[in-house]
């Protein structure tokens, strides 16, 4: 896994929860920014973590990530 994401581990230290479901609420509360897996599983980089409510890369940068629904 890549070091700038956080382990599921680190997720349930962060939350205190190993549901996703209980996991998004908890990030979403602290604006969190997290990505949704195919499989549930959410995915934060330490970026998010240490700078919560950060913008997303989808606006000033150009990245479009939702480039095939267009």
């Known amino acids: 896994m890549n070091a700038n994401f956080l382990t599921d581990?680190?997720?349930?230290?962060?939350t205190g929860y190993k549901l996703?479901?209980?996991?998004a609420e908890?990030?979403?509360r602290?604006?969190?920014?997290?990505?949704?897996?195919r499989d549930g599983k959410l995915r934060v980089t330490w970026?998010?973590?240490n700078q919560p409510g950060a913008k997303p890369?989808?606006?000033e940068s150009g990245f479009n990530p939702n480039f095939l629904n267009e």
């Open 9 to 14: 581990d680190d997720l349930f230290d962060l």
């Open 30 to 37: 602290h604006k969190i920014n997290y990505v949704e897996r």
């Open 47 to 49: 970026d998010q973590v």
């Open 26 to 28: 908890v990030l979403s």
């Open 57 to 59: 890369a989808n606006d």
């Open 20 to 23: 996703s479901r209980k996991q």
